[in-house]
């Protein structure tokens, strides 16, 4: 399936903003989902941000699980990448990420030319960049205004008296085959009716039992039992009275529960991806 049939257009424009705006930044924060790093990043960009310093936020922390997170962390630092978890729900992620901006504040206004550290969020579609940058807004110092020059027509969120965010996230194509697109239909970051949400469903809950987790979904929807993974799923849909008017299973329905409940945390912190073992590299 070509990527035409996911952003339409509207890809490509963010593509050239992105490439833009990037002129006028000092760092680039790559935003990943911690449960789908791997189908998150789209190595197609690598190239966008190669000049940059560039910071890898493994984001939504609080669904994945911590030591997978933190595999994913030695990972990315294994491969000289500097990397952090974030979570809007925990005020000690937002701390360090500001401890972090510090640091290259204090690293950019040591040259020659004094101004403001600029930063953009980047990353996929839905996995988060509105809500950090929302985050900031609402600690802002300042909105600034148009700024002569590069800046041009930008808006600037001034976070701390040296520090400037763009207010408008970059977006990233994701990457698309067969794999990512299931993977990024689970978490929710594919617009909805583009992928077949029955494999996604059913490709989930192969996942827990495979990761012995059959309990995280026993705890959500009691009397699931362990067996076959279609049994399971039919299991869900009529224990949770997802049905058509003749008392069948709606198939539709059931999926899009499950992965509602993947999305919102009520199947327990699960991570999608296992990092690669870092002595491999
Ligand atoms: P985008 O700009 O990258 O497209 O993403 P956006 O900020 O719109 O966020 C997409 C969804 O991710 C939102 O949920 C948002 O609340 C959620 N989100 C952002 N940060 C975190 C986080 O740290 N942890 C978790 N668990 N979720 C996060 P939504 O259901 O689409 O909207 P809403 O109902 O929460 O407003």
């Known amino acids: 399936m070509s990527s035409g049939h996911w952003y339409p257009g509207s890809m490509s424009k963010a593509m ?3 490439r833009e705006d990037l002129k006028a930044v000092d760092l680039v924060i790559e935003l990943l989902d911690a449960r789908i790093p791997n189908s998150s990043r789209n ?3 690598y190239d966008l941000f190669k000049n940059k310093k560039h910071l890898i936020l493994l984001h939504k922390a609080d669904r994945a699980e911590n030591k997978r997170t933190e595999a994913w962390l030695s990972y990315f630092n294994s491969m000289n990448a500097e990397a952090m978890a974030f979570s809007v729900q925990g005020k000690h992620y937002l701390d360090r990420l500001l401890r972090y901006f510090k640091k290259e ?4 206004s040591s040259g020659r030319f004094k101004r403001p550290l600029r930063m953009i969020f980047v990353g996929i579609p839905n996995v988060g960049k509105s809500t950090l940058i929302n ?5 802002a110092v300042t909105r600034t205004g148009n700024r002569p020059g590069i800046t041009r027509g930008k808006q600037w969120i001034r976070i701390m ?3 400037e965010l763009l207010d408008t996230p970059g977006i990233l194509r994701p990457k698309i085959n067969e794999e990512t697109v299931r993977s990024l239909a689970v978490v929710g970051a594919i617009p909805a009716g583009r992928a077949d949400i029955y494999d996604a469903a059913l490709w989930l809950l192969s996942r827990y039992l495979e990761q012995e987790k059959l309990k995280y979904l026993q705890e959500r929807y009691p009397g699931c039992e362990s067996g076959p993974v279609e049994a399971i799923f039919e299991k869900i ?3 949770q009275g997802c049905l058509q008017s003749e008392g069948q299973i709606d198939y539709e329905r059931t999926a899009a529960l499950i992965l509602r409940d993947y999305q919102n945390g009520s199947l327990g912190k699960f991570t999608l991806e296992e990092a690669p073992p870092v002595d491999e590299f």
Do not use: C, D, H
């Open 135 to 139: 985050l900031f807004v609402r600690k």
């Open 16 to 18: 050239n903003q992105l």
């Open 43 to 45: 190595p197609a960009f």
């Open 105 to 108: 504040e204090e690293r950019i």
């Open 161 to 163: 008296p040296n520090m």
């Open 237 to 239: 849909g009529f224990s």
